[in-house]
């Protein structure tokens, strides 16, 4: 093994590797993915793991390591994931497996009892929690015995000082679901997901709700609503959806390729800059990154005046500060271009009222590659778009139409770093809307 800088992932996992792992693997600076799990490596961890400053996944179970973890692997901020079980490691941590451990009881392992270990332990507890926590509670005792004698300040305190704030979470029973849903009534269902299905309820007060049912006989039914719940605990944006909302219009998938609507192109751009505004939020608008992950035309729901709202956020990702992509073990290399590249199909089907999956394209040809090879680029807007335009002056429309087009092919580049950055998309998407309602207002 050489120096190599460059390597994002290692797998080497399943094989009959024997030997001392390379300790030559901390010096590849942009590993982030390394699984070497299921072999018969012997001795120790490399204390040069703790170079691998941007690993969010080590696996180096089920092997035959021995000797203690590595101090060094605290250094790791980014790691999410870390699996040193079944191996012959020793010390004073709780792995499974691993019969020379020591640590929590619950994992079925002795407890490190060494006097110095429990006198390190005793001396942290009392310097972190319990000296401030007494010496607090003698401070506000103080203080108040001080106001209540004190003439100038003889005053009541009131009793919310002593008090806990509280939540105001409402609970909703079954029954009550139940009742709303029409008992899940098939009138009712507004969509099928990956993990189960939505439903519009109705709650005694007149609270309109959607309710998600989700199918725990889905491997990571439960983890994805909780991931979503997570998200969107953090998140305030007018154009995401919070939990409970419903939204009366339905999501942009049903107006795009029903029978019986048609959107008009200013309802359509109006769309296309809600959705930009809300992946530019989640991209930049906190510390930490929000990738969305399943950004799609079902996954945008529509209010009574058409503003969008972006749903579903169950396989979302947060991107740690100042990093700008994670390896997840799910759905590979995640990067906000993932999200660009989604946001450019969206557009695309928008004008062309063509679905990825269509018939049409079979092989690699898909609505990018179809859309690219054509001279005359108008010949694959919606008929149904330009008979509600129709009458219009035809070279604004054409513009506003090349317009989209152009911004739909560039996110959807096949190379993610060819892709543009959310902010000028807005900036592009928000252009095209200035102009058209311009236009608008002076009849064209």
Not at 348 to 357: D, F, V, W
């Amino acid at each position: 093994m050489k120096k190599l800088r460059a390597i994002v992932y290692l797998i080497l996992s399943h094989n009959q590797i024997t030997g001392k792992v390379p300790s030559i693997i901390g010096a590849f600076e942009s590993l982030g993915n390394l699984d070497l799990s299921k072999n018969s490596f012997q001795g120790d961890i490399p204390d040069s793991f703790g170079q691998l400053k941007g690993m969010d996944l080590l696996d180096l179970s089920n092997n035959n390591l021995s000797g203690a973890i590595p101090k060094s692997l605290e250094a790791l901020r980014f790691l999410k994931y870390l699996n040193l079980s079944f191996n012959k490691l020793s010390g004073e941590n709780s792995i499974f497996g691993n019969e020379a451990l020591c640590g929590n009881s619950i994992f079925g392992v002795p407890p490190c009892t060494s006097p110095s270990s429990k006198g390190a332990r005793m001396k942290q507890l009392l310097l972190k929690y319990i000296i401030p926590s007494i010496a607090s509670i003698i401070i506000f005792a103080m203080l108040v015995i001080m106001l209540r004698r004190h003439p100038q300040y003889n005053m009541q305190i009131p009793n919310s000082l002593f008090t806990l704030p509280t939540v105001d979470w409402r609970m909703i029973s079954y029954q009550e679901l139940c009742c709303g849903t029409n008992n899940f009534c098939e009138s009712n269902l507004l969509g099928i997901g990956g993990f189960g299905a939505v439903y519009k309820g109705i709650l005694s007060d007149g609270t309109t709700v959607a309710v998600k049912v989700l199918n725990l006989h889905l491997e990571g039914a439960f983890k994805s609503f909780d991931v979503e719940c997570k998200v969107l605990r953090a998140l305030r944006h007018r154009n995401l959806v919070e939990v409970i909302i419903y939204m009366s219009n339905y999501s942009l998938e049903k107006w795009i390729y029903s029978q019986n609507y048609c959107l008009n192109l200013v309802q359509r751009v109006g769309i296309m800059v809600d959705v930009a505004s809300a992946l530019d939020y989640l991209h930049n608008g906190q510390l930490e990154s929000v990738v969305h992950c399943d950004l799609k035309p079902s996954n945008i729901l529509l209010e009574e005046d058409m503003v969008a709202h972006v749903g579903d956020f169950g396989i979302a990702k947060i991107l740690a500060e100042n990093k700008d992509a994670t390896q997840t073990r799910t759905i590979g290399r995640v990067s906000t271009k993932c999200d660009i590249y989604s946001y450019g199909i969206i557009l695309l089907e928008m004008i062309t009222r063509k679905k990825p999956t269509d018939e049409m394209f079979v092989g690699e040809l898909g609505t990018r590659q179809w859309i690219a090879s054509l001279p005359d680029k108008i010949e694959v807007v919606d008929d149904g778009l330009l008979s509600i335009e129709d009458g219009r002056d035809v070279t604004v429309m054409q513009t506003i139409f090349l317009s989209i087009l152009e911004i739909g092919l560039r996110c959807s580049e096949e190379l993610p770093d060819e892709r543009p950055k959310i902010k000028d998309v807005v900036a592009k998407v928000n252009k095209i809307k200035l102009a058209l309602l311009g236009n608008k207002n002076r009849g064209v």
